[in-house]
């Protein structure tokens, strides 16, 4: 047959865009998600119930599949370079990186490790073994300061230490979210903080997204560190800081091995610097590489991406950062813990000319927490954009924070 096969890891509703796009380019795909009543499974060609989690459980589908031959791997904002890395390499197909390197990439501790070989400017930071290491490091470093597990994604387990903050409970709280025995304490830069997507053609830098982060709640949830969305173009800086950006984005990638592929970072400008606070070698989620950077720019970002997952080359010329339109993403958090009696968006939004797309995470009778500790406890989201002023945006996300319904007891 002539089509070329793709394997998606993933089929939830963050992974419908991604499925979506791979269907419009003519592509047979076939998903894998533990879930079997995921939003994605009713869009793929093949649906298997396989948790994309579990590098034993991929291995296992990869190694009895007889569907045909599969063209090409990817992975729409699932935290997996790893499996992706290893079901290439069984395939025989191009990742952007070896098994090795992207299973080290997975650890934020080893992974600074790797980058600071390569000269990538970095903030201090340490391995946290024992709760008096995590004194020593606070008492050296001064507040405030990052606590992280480092090896997981999402702010599960990240606390923002300050002066009124428990280290003990801290260091128990954050080694909760890890399987490892060491956490990483990092200086906090109070820089602004924006978030990267770029694609690597060739050992070259293309970052094609960046998005200003929203910490406009980090005191009300402090300690955790919880961002609500964010705003493209970045609100405090300018395109003038992408060739530094990308600079550090190319020291990284070189880091990693990654000569061909995408690469996500977490970065802060700080006193006129740039900084890496991480980098993940995959596509991000959170609606960022799906919604956001194609609304913010028109960059065909899913289909350049799956191109590049099946080995095809990709078109520079059409991965100019030309902002286009302004771009914001927001959440709905709970404002008390209790049972979530109703939660509703205005119905206004339906076809409004400047909403873009809207969805909830939860509903009725579920329980909620507050203070809001991670992503995980986010009830919903919307994205509105402006091709005017940023201030249209501005007022129509206050519209919508005014009217939505939320009822808590």
Not at 42 to 51: A, G, K, N, R, T
Not at 162 to 172: E, I
Not at 265 to 288: N, T, W
Not at 328 to 354: A, C, D, N
Request: glycine content about 10%; charged content about 25%; aromatic content about 12%.
């Amino acid at each position: 047959m002539g089509y070329k096969r793709l394997l998606v890891l993933g089929t939830g509703v963050d992974q419908v865009p991604g499925i979506k796009r791979a269907k419009e380019m003519g592509l047979y795909v076939v998903g894998l998600d533990a879930n079997p009543e995921s939003a994605g499974k009713s869009l793929v060609d093949e649906f298997y119930p396989v948790s994309v989690k579990s590098l034993g459980d991929v291995r296992e589908f990869v190694s009895d599949y007889r569907g045909g031959k599969i063209d090409g791997v990817v992975a729409f904002g699932v935290d997996i370079p790893d499996v992706l890395a290893m079901a290439s390499e069984m395939l025989g197909l191009t990742y952007y990186v070896d098994f090795k390197s992207a299973l080290l990439s997975k650890d934020k501790y080893l992974a600074k490790e790797r980058m600071r070989e390569y000269g990538v400017n970095l903030p201090e930071y340490r391995k946290v073994e024992t709760l008096e290491e995590l004194k020593r490091s606070v008492k050296d470093f001064g507040y405030p300061c990052v606590l992280k597990p480092v090896d997981n994604s999402g702010a599960r387990g990240v606390l923002r230490l300050t002066k009124g903050v428990d280290l003990a409970w801290a260091y128990a709280f954050s080694r909760g979210y890890s399987k490892r025995k060491y956490l990483i304490v990092e200086r906090f830069l109070p820089g602004v903080q924006i978030s990267t997507e770029s694609f690597v053609v060739n050992g070259e830098v293309y970052t094609v997204g960046l998005s200003e982060r929203n910490y406009e709640y980090m005191e009300m949830f402090s300690p955790f560190i919880v961002e609500n969305g964010g705003d493209l173009p970045p609100l405090s800086v300018s395109r003038e800081w992408i060739p530094a950006i990308d600079v550090e984005l190319k020291k990284a990638a070189r880091a990693f091995g990654v000569s061909n592929g995408i690469i996500k970072g977490d970065v802060v400008i700080d006193e006129d610097k740039v900084y890496i606070i991480e980098v993940a070698l995959r596509l991000s989620g959170g609606h960022f590489s799906s919604i956001e950077i194609p609304l913010n720019t028109g960059i065909d970002f899913l289909g350049n991406a799956i191109r590049m997952a099946l080995g095809e080359d990709v078109d520079v010329s059409t991965l100019v950062y030309e902002p286009k339109r302004f771009v914001s993403l927001r959440y709905l958090f709970p404002y008390k813990t209790g049972i979530l009696e109703e939660v509703k968006f205005p119905e206004w939004m339906e076809g409004h000319s400047g909403v873009y797309a809207y969805g909830l995470y939860s509903g009725r009778g579920d329980k909620v927490s507050y203070p809001v500790k991670d992503h995980t406890e986010r009830l919903g989201y919307f994205v509105v954009f402006s091709e005017g002023s940023r201030d249209e945006v501005v007022d129509l996300v206050k519209r919508i924070y005014d009217d939505v319904v939320l009822r808590i007891r």
